[in-house]
T-cell receptor, first 113, second 111 residues
């Protein structure tokens, strides 16, 4: 079955450490996205990529970095520069253009202590 | 600019109806609706592309008033399975397909 896989589901890190969240899709979707979800805030866009080797900053990119070396993969690194990294992170993908919705992964809950 | 959803929360009895609104300060190209259950991924419900378009999905339907820059989600004869948080995602012209999501409306359906 096609879908998006995010791993791990739960992640704990010490303050000051970088951490990378995995996102893999086998839907052959061109576009991929990273959102951060905090209670009562909705989903806020961190980074997005519409083609391999290209990505753009979203509304809250500071303290995060991404890469898109393969169509299937869009990992997110939460760096030590991110002031408040504890959150629920969602990866999504979509067909570029057309009347299609996003497919979301099941998320990674990151806790920084 | 984040779209504004209203109400923030609503509690229903099974079989009752609800309306969730989504308003934007910018001209919209499309509106998406998603439902998220606690601890799970948001699930796509429907997309509205044209002004005035209405779509249906079982007993859940939506409308899009392009002129007023708003969309409404209608849930009729609610079922327990409708419980969750509903998000609208708005795409403005020139945004390259990116969505800006509202803060969500928490819907609780009681027996």
């Amino acid at each position: 079955d096609g879908g998006i896989t995010q791993s791990p589901k739960y992640l704990f890190r010490k303050e000051g450490q970088n951490v990378t969240l995995s996102c893999e899709q086998n839907l052959n979707h061109d576009a991929m996205y990273w959102y951060r979800q905090d209670p009562g805030q909705g989903l806020r866009l961190i980074y997005y990529s519409q083609i391999v080797n290209d990505f753009q900053k979203g509304d809250i990119a500071e303290g995060y970095s991404v890469s898109r070396e393969k169509k299937e993969s869009f990992p997110l690194t939460v760096t030590s520069a991110q002031k408040n990294p504890t959150a629920f992170y969602l990866c999504a993908s979509s067909i570029d253009g057309g009347p299609y919705g996003y497919t979301f992964g099941s998320g990674t809950r990151l806790t920084v202590v | 600019q984040q779209p504004v959803q209203s109400p923030q929360a609503v509690i229903l009895r099974e079989g009752e109806d609800a309306v969730i609104n989504c308003s934007s300060s910018k001209a919209l190209y499309s509106v998406h609706w998603y439902r998220q259950k606690h601890g799970e991924a948001p699930v796509f419900l429907m997309i509205l592309l044209k002004g005035g378009e209405q779509k249906g999905h079982e007993k859940i339907s939506a409308s899009f008033n392009e002129k007023k820059q708003q969309s409404s989600l209608y849930l009729t004869a609610s079922q327990l399975s409708y419980s969750g948080t509903y998000f609208c995602g708005t795409e403005v012209r020139g945004s390259q397909g990116n969505l800006i999501f509202g803060k969500g409306t928490k819907l609780s359906v009681k027996p």
